[in-house]
């Protein structure tokens, strides 16, 4: 009998202490699931014995094949387990690096909330990708650390994506501070009253006395555009005010995210903002490249990480994976593209290549830049090519004005008369029908996107959403295109 | 029925003869008690009260509950007697438990009944608390209570003498003139006392007209009597009085239970005859108002005075969160009061000098005076004391932009009026905040003010119909109620009705309510209220001016309070600084504690750090107020760079002049010319051209930092760009490097 622990034997929140183990049984045809809510501390216990029996089970069986060593592919795969983690965040970097300062700002703020009952508000400022949740997470995991903290502090994490109006923040936040059961499904009866309930709490406290709350707001932006501001406005309010000690920290990538606030919203917030805006040379870059790469000395054995790390600092020698490394970076400095380039390359690792090559990285590279639309054309039928290519005369003749469908067709039918031998002459409805396959890709699109139903199909005016220069290249690489095709694609006139 | 009951009341009468006395006095002590402190307490009986006692006055006209009411205290005064002998448990709750036993299987179907009305005759007082949760209130009265008598004590020393000697004579009036035949036939040969428990229901429901001749013949001058007695009560009250719970709760509790303890302590004989008069005398004051008794020579009167400040605590504005909070929930109990959780550690107090500073600089702390705004704080008092001084209504409106103190000013004229109405300067009022923000729906108004004037809940229209009735309608005994409406502006509807009616309302002959609108502009009645709103609203405005820099300078000096944590120079920066962009005193208590910060962080020894100076200042300043377009500029990367450049080249290229320059860039360009630019960009710079996915990409990271503002992502090719930074400021911060 197999089981197979589902990762997340996890934690429900508002729930506290009390989690449930999902266990699916394959061996039995039934694929039934037994839920048993234990609490914690058993669950992890039975946790981590079927892990050991199932760690134990493997060992037995590797020590069949081969005394005491992984074979090459155990190493592989336990490698690439490491950096799939490393890339998909699901861990935290041991510091913050490059953003000491703002790290230790951050964290003597929000201790001074925990601590001496300070009420904050905080911005977190930075592009996409800079690192803003990890920053926050590293100075949450630090704080925590901190038993006096820890007993201390209520913390609330909000999302502009998932609360997308105050009222969803208001449960959300109820929720979070589980309040609800104070009053059972009573409070939850309109929107104003639950309003008036978490004001209500939150008012009644004091600096000494009460629990601070930190609340975290991710992408704050869109808590901007809430009506009113009502949920901000509040927040800030009370941090401005003799009640409940609150931290509210807000992580946004806008600039102008200042410029969105009311202006009483704004006057409550106190106009702290941590910019993470790191001038990352390329040096750096490829110091976090070689730094996110490596193995751990003993992981999963000592000879095979070394060869890797080996590899690694072979590759960022390498100047074609150095270039293809730097054509990355200057497109962008964003850490997450960097995660995904460095992903598609170790995918590429298997056991009779057991390292990164250069090439790898290459391939890699040319898969993260290539142009989504040339792969899309590449797949396209003859009667479609030849169908996006009249478009683009047509673009040529009337000067990117739009189109409608007959149009195409007229040119088309031009082009099948004069000179074509290999394209077949099709019937209007299956033309028709290519060119609605077009618009489902997305390739064309009509200009207004409202009034489409009022006028017929094939009058509605049409946009080509591919450049001159995307045809002509996705032409070149086309497998087999006829050359009558080719060459009335580079024909100047119709 | 009545047999039984009087067997009954018989049987533990029995328990002790000798003590039948003392209780049968005590409690008759007692119900006097309750009437008197229920008539004594003009103000503080909240609509609430009124609301309930309305409630259970139908109840007390029947006949029926008359007699039952009546049996019923028969059991009560055994009680009370057993609850004398044992002194140190809980009187209440051993209330219930005999008044249950003695009772026949037959009858006690009934007790529900029968216990009701003695339950609301007693607790009808309290406010706040449901009748079932009394035993808390109790016992939270336990420790007030003490008090509470003493103060009764002093009172009654004092008017004690007089009132015997005037009573008397009158005594005899109120058999005669009352009216009830029924309670007279059910009424047991041997209880003289229970006249006084069964008129003492009727004298309920004269309450309100009471309160009308009391308030009227208030003035200033005859309550200097009390005054002393007061100020000591008061003194002890504060004492004690260390949340406003407790206070809260001993007025219910002491209600029903002080009399209890009273017993105790009645030991001569000598005492109990006096308070037997007083309860007899109680028991004519009812009538003698039935009788229009002129107020004046009403003796009680100066222990109604002696009262008054003692209630005070409960009616301060801190008053008002214990109000809210009960009626929030009114179906769950009342445990279900919300509230964060305390902390298990205390917070840190600060440890040095620039941590007291920036505690003190924080905007929440309350400061001890505030200074800067004397003439507006004078006015807005003037204002509101004559209105409450003369019983009308008024509306004022205060504009001025953000952080110039408008709430805070407002605030400091309540405390300062509440002051005042504790020292009987000023006929006591209610105060009500609303804020326009902190409700989801301009008609939530309604219910708040409701819920804060009378604790009912109800849905938007029924609360705006009976606040309607409520400022409309003349009522004998009204208190003026003093509104505040902050952010006004966000109680705008289409019609207008929410403010329409905070206007209208005070402009009644009855209604008693001032109305203090906050807002943040000058002209909001005449941008946004319609004409018949804002001639409701009527002239009487005032206007916060922006801090000047020398009054910021003043507001963090008197904060700071002789804290040394900052040079003068910095102090003048900051001031200055804020003065001429915003007067926004919170911006510059803000920058202050920044400041603060930078100086603990950049000092060597952390333990003594040095004062904040013009460096740390200059550096809050810095981080505060910079834009970080620049920095963001820089920091992006090279291919995001040279598309900032090529929007530029674009620009350039169509030949646009610098004012047309404007318009186009508002329109936007088309990503492909600017596409085409970026290409030949690269190729000058000699970088591999990147594909139009990257391209995309690129731009789409540019506008998400609001670098480059774009049309949403789905209109792909043919989405429109356009700077949002200006043009010079990419060529700079493009140059440098």
């Given at each position: ?19 449930a ?6 061996s ?19 946790l ?60 003597e ?7 001496h ?21 590293c ?7 901190d ?11 909000l ?16 929720r ?7 009053v ?124 890797w ?20 970076f ?15 390359a ?41 169908l ?5 005369h ?101 | ?36 402190r ?12 009124r609301?309930k ?27 009370k ?42 607790i ?21 209570s ?11 020393a004092?008017t004690?003498?007089?009132r ?10 109120p058999?005669?003139?009352k ?16 006249s ?41 009250l504060?004492m ?45 004051i ?13 003796t ?17 504005p ?10 929030g ?31 003190r ?11 800067c ?20 209504g ?10 110039t ?8 004229v ?37 819920q804060?004037?009378t604790?009912?809940?109800a ?19 009204k ?23 905070l ?7 009855h209604?008693?309510?001032?109305v ?10 005449e ?21 000047s ?37 919170r ?10 910060e ?11 750090p040095?004062?904040?100076g013009?460096s ?5 300043l ?66 591999q ?8 990409a690129v ?14 992502s ?24």
């Amino acid at each position: 009998m197999r089981h197979s622990l589902e990762p997340g034997a996890r934690r429900t929140r508002g729930v506290p202490g009390c989690t449930a183990i999902i266990i699916r049984k394959r061996s039995q045809n039934l694929n039934c699931l037994h839920v048993f809510p234990l609490q914690e501390w058993k669950s992890l216990e039975i946790l981590a014995h079927i892990k050991t029996r199932k760690q134990a089970a493997v060992t037995m069986s590797k020590r069949k094949a081969k005394d005491s060593h992984l074979t090459v592919g155990d190493c592989v795969s336990q490698a690439q387990r490491l950096l799939r983690d490393r890339f998909c965040r699901q861990q935290l970097p041991a510091g913050p690096a490059g953003v000491e300062p703002q790290h230790k700002h951050l964290l003597e703020l929000l201790r001074r909330t925990a601590v001496h009952g300070e009420s904050n508000s905080v911005l977190i400022v930075g592009p996409r990708g800079a690192g803003k949740t990890m920053l926050l997470n590293c100075v949450l995991k630090e704080l925590l650390e901190d038993s006096e903290v820890k007993k201390n502090v209520l913390l609330v994490q909000l999302n502009g994506l998932l609360q997308t109006d105050d009222r969803v923040a208001l449960k959300e936040i109820t929720r979070q501070l589980q309040l609800e059961n104070v009053v059972g499904d009573k409070v939850f009866g309109s929107f104003a009253e639950n309003l008036a309930f978490l004001l209500e709490a939150l008012k009644k406290g004091d600096r000494s006395s009460s629990r601070p709350v930190l609340f975290i707001l991710d992408e704050f932006d869109l808590f901007a555009h809430h009506k009113n501001q009502t949920l901000l406005y509040n927040l800030f309010d009370i941090s401005q005010s003799a009640q409940t000690p609150v931290a509210v920290v807000g992580l946004t990538c806008r600039l102008d995210v200042l410029e969105l606030l009311e202006k009483r919203v704004k006057s409550r917030f106190s106009h702290r903002q941590i910019h993470l805006l790191s001038p990352l040379g390329f040096e750096r870059y490829l110091h976090c490249v070689r730094q996110q790469l490596s193995l751990p000395p003993d992981v999963p054995e000592r000879r095979f990480s070394q060869e890797w790390n080996a590899s690694v600092e072979a590759l960022c020698e390498d100047k074609m994976a150095e270039a293809a490394l730097k054509k990355h970076f200057n497109s962008s400095k964003d850490f997450r593209s960097l995660h995904m380039l460095l992903m598609l390359a170790l995918s590429r690792v298997t056991v009779s290549n057991p390292t990164i090559r250069p090439a790898d990285l290459l391939e890699a590279s040319r898969l993260c830049t290539a142009d989504a639309k040339a792969n899309i054309v590449h797949g396209l039928s003859i009667l479609e090519l030849c169908l996006i290519i009249a478009m683009k005369h047509l673009n040529d003749i009337y000067d990117g004005e739009p189109f409608n469908f007959q149009m195409v067709h007229n040119e088309f039918k031009k082009f099948i008369q004069r000179k074509s031998h290999s394209v077949h002459n099709f019937e209007k409805p299956v033309v028709i029908k290519a060119f609605e396959h077009l618009q489902q890709l997305e390739l064309i699109r009509s200009v207004d996107g409202s009034s489409a139903t009022k006028t017929q199909k094939e009058y509605q005016l049409m946009k080509l959403l591919l450049g001159h220069g995307q045809i002509m290249e996705a032409l070149q690489k086309y497998p087999q295109c006829p050359t009558d095709v080719k060459q009335w694609a580079v024909s100047s006139f119709g | 029925m009545p047999g039984s009951h009087r067997r009954v009341s018989m049987s533990t009468g029995k328990l002790g003869a000798s003590e039948a006395e003392s209780g049968h006095s005590s409690s008759k002590l007692s119900a006097s008690k309750d009437l008197s402190r229920v008539r004594r307490r003009p103000s503080s009986s909240t609509p609430g009260v009124r609301k309930k006692l309305e409630l259970s006055s139908p109840v007390k006209k029947l006949n029926r509950q008359e007699v039952l009411g009546e049996l019923l205290d028969d059991v009560f005064e055994a009680e009370k007697e057993l609850a004398s002998k044992l002194p140190s448990s809980p009187p209440r709750i051993l209330t219930l438990n005999v008044s249950l036993t003695p009772l026949r299987p037959s009858t006690e179907s009934h007790n529900g009944i029968r216990i009701a009305p003695l339950k609301t005759c007693r607790i009808s007082p309290s406010r706040t608390a449901p009748p079932l949760q009394d035993h808390d209130s109790t016992r939270d009265g336990l420790g007030v209570s003490p008090l509470v008598e003493e103060e009764e004590e002093e009172a009654e020393a004092e008017t004690g003498v007089k009132r015997r000697s005037l009573r008397t004579p009158v005594r005899k009036q109120p058999t005669p003139k009352k009216s009830s035949v029924l309670v007279r036939k059910a009424r047991t040969p041997s209880s003289r006392k229970d006249s006084s428990s069964t008129t003492r229901e009727p004298a309920l429901v004269i309450l309100p007209e009471e309160h009308a001749e009391q308030t009227a013949m208030t003035p200033r001058s005859k309550r200097k009597s009390a005054q002393l007695v007061a100020g000591r009560i008061r003194k002890q009250l504060k004492m004690l009085s260390t949340s406003q719970y407790l206070v809260s709760d001993s007025d219910d509790g002491d209600d029903g239970f002080v009399p209890s303890k009273k017993d105790k302590e009645s030991s001569s004989e000598d005492d109990d005859e006096v308070e037997d008069l007083d309860g007899e005398s109680d028991d004519e004051i009812i009538v003698v108002k039935r009788s229009r008794r002129t107020a004046g020579s009403r003796t009680p009167r100066s222990t109604q005075k002696a009262r008054a400040p003692a209630r005070t605590p409960s009616k301060t504005p801190s008053k008002t969160p214990s109000k809210k909070a009960a009626p929030g929930t009114p179906r769950t109990p009342r445990h279900a009061t919300p509230s964060i959780p305390s902390r298990s550690l205390p917070a840190r107090n600060p440890g040095n000098v620039l941590e007291e500073a920036r505690a003190r600089l924080h905007v929440s702390a309350v400061p001890e005076s505030l200074p800067c705004r004397e003439q507006e704080f004078q006015d807005i008092y003037s204002f509101v004391e004559s209105k409450v001084m003369d019983g009308t209504g008024g509306c004022m409106y205060i504009s001025g932009v953000p952080g110039t103190g408008k709430t805070a000013t407002v605030h400091e004229v309540i405390r300062c009026l509440q002051h005042a109405s504790d020292q009987d300067e000023i006929p006591a009022f209610r105060f009500i905040e609303i804020n326009g923000m902190k409700m989801t729906d301009p008609h939530q108004a309604y219910v708040q003010i409701l819920q804060k004037l009378t604790d009912q809940k109800a849905t938007a229209e029924h609360a705006a119909a009976l606040l309607d009735k409520r400022f409309g309608n003349p009522a004998p005994k009204k208190e003026t109620t003093v509104l505040l409406v902050d952010e006004l502006d966000l109680l705008w509807t289409r019609k207008q009705n929410v403010m329409y009616n905070l206007f209208d309302w005070p402009t009644r002959r009855h209604a008693r309510l001032v109305v203090l609108a906050i807002a943040n502009t000058m002209d909001l009645p005449e941008r946004i209220m319609i004409n018949r709103v804002a001639s409701r609203l009527g002239l009487t405005r005032m206007s916060f001016q922006p801090y000047s820099f020398k009054q910021l300078q003043q507001i963090i000096t008197s904060r700071l309070n002789r804290v040394k944590a900052f040079e003068e120079d910095a102090l003048q920066l900051v001031s200055r600084k804020v003065a001429a962009l915003s007067g926004d005193a919170r911006r510059c208590l803000d920058i202050c504690r920044r400041a603060t910060e930078i100086c603990e962080q950049s000092s060597s020894q952390p333990s003594a750090p040095g004062l904040v100076g013009m460096s740390h200042v200059m550096e809050a300043l810095e981080e505060m107020f910079s834009s970080s377009y620049i920095a963001a500029i820089r920091c992006a990367s090279l291919q995001e760079q040279l598309f900032l450049r090529s929007v530029i080249a674009e620009f350039r290229r169509l030949g646009l002049e610098e004012a047309t320059f404007q318009q186009a860039s508002y329109q936007g360009l088309t990503f492909p010319p600017v596409f085409v630019q970026h290409q030949a960009l690269c190729r000058v710079e000699g970088l591999q051209p990147i594909s139009v996915s990257e391209g995309l990409a690129v731009c789409q990271r540019l506008g998400a930092c609001r670098l480059l503002l774009l049309e949403p992502s789905r209109l792909d090719l043919l989405l429109r760009v356009r700077l949002n930074v200006s043009q010079d400021d990419v060529l700079y911060a493009l140059k440098e490097d």
